[in-house]
């Protein structure tokens, strides 16, 4: 069984379409559906109170993670899909979500693909020659069928867009969701890293597509500034993928050795990794808490490039990256 929880903020229309997705993506011995109301809108929890299909909490009092946490208890599917209201996977991209789960790790954090991430993981984003590809309902039922042939996933450092799936007992052994933070797209980040922190991936599965409704949410600066504080690193700064060197590099070259300086927590080091799986990726970084983390993903090294002594290293890479970082040098 997968347990589906909808988290609505909203209004009397959001908590409609909400009710009337559950209905038509949703029904079925196979699901079990939860509904998480965090908004002021007293009219539209009254509406949903109406409809005795789903589990509804209440938590405009709590909070959005407590609510989360205490769905996450109240669950009994062995996969959980957690995702705001406004984010609609119909039924064969559920499906496919959960096959990709399966396929890589039940306890892997599995991500969908959108029109436009909130966030900088690019491999969240539809290919440019997909997109607009539906004008409705149907529409995008027929979209979401057809990119569902597709299996490959690819690895994500840190994820904005609050809609995932997961093994329930996974997200129970990480201690559920964080409590010190109050907005979603950081309740997302601090989940993402806690993952990769566990050893336990985030990977954007290929064949699955989440529309989104809407495209903005609160920034919170006091969310922002709790990741730092617990992380030692900064969003967006820290996870910035450089393509631009990424299409100038020889990607899927055999053998492909690449060294990054000032590699922070490595998005650009995954990013060669997600088209070339076999490549050796190394980095330097100064900050041994962003370095760390980019350890998922390469052999990294924290220390200052100015005083690298590392004869190991001599002539064993294709190409070496240095990107924003000569202006933060004593001596370039």
């Not at 909203?10 to 109301?37: K, S």
């Not at 993952?195 to 969310?223: E, L, T």
Request: glycine share 6%.
């Amino acid at each position: 069984m997968l347990t589906i929880v909808l988290v609505l903020t909203g209004d009397v229309q959001e908590a409609r379409m909400a009710e009337a997705y559950l209905r038509e993506n949703c029904l079925g011995g196979g699901y079990e559906r939860i509904l998480v109301y965090c908004g002021e809108d007293a009219a539209a929890l009254a509406y949903l109170e109406q409809d005795a299909s789903f589990v509804l909490l209440d938590g405009r009092e709590a909070g959005i993670a407590v609510s989360c946490n205490a769905a996450l208890q109240h669950a009994h599917g062995r996969e959980i899909l957690f995702a705001a209201a406004s984010y609609i996977l119909v039924r064969t991209a559920l499906r496919a979500m959960k096959r990709a789960a399966d396929a890589v790790d039940g306890a892997a954090l599995v991500v969908p693909l959108l029109q436009s991430p909130l966030g900088l993981a690019k491999v969240q984003e539809l290919p440019a020659d997909q997109r607009l590809r539906y004008q409705d309902a149907e529409g995008l039922r027929r979209f979401s069928e057809a990119l569902s042939a597709k299996r490959d996933v690819s690895f994500v450092d840190a994820s904005l867009d609050f809609c995932f799936l997961t093994q329930r007992r996974a997200l129970l052994e990480i201690g559920g969701f964080s409590e010190e933070f109050h907005t979603m797209p950081f309740l997302m980040l601090d989940l993402c890293l806690r993952f990769w922190q566990m050893d336990r991936p985030c990977v954007a599965a290929q064949g699955v597509f989440a529309h989104r409704n809407y495209g903005r949410f609160p920034y919170d600066k006091q969310d922002d500034e709790r990741i730092v504080c617990k992380y030692g690193v900064k969003y967006p700064y820290s996870f910035i993928p450089r393509m631009e060197f990424v299409d100038r590099v020889e990607v899927e070259r055999h053998g492909l050795a690449v060294l990054e300086v000032g590699c922070a927590c490595g998005a650009t080091l995954l990013a060669i990794r997600n088209r070339n799986p076999e490549a050796r990726l190394y980095g330097i970084e100064v900050n041994e808490k962003a370095a760390a983390f980019a350890r998922r993903f390469a052999v990294v090294e924290a220390l200052d490039v100015e005083k690298l002594h590392k004869p190991a290293w001599h002539e064993k890479f294709d190409c070496i990256l240095l990107g924003d970082v000569i202006e933060h040098l004593r001596e370039p």
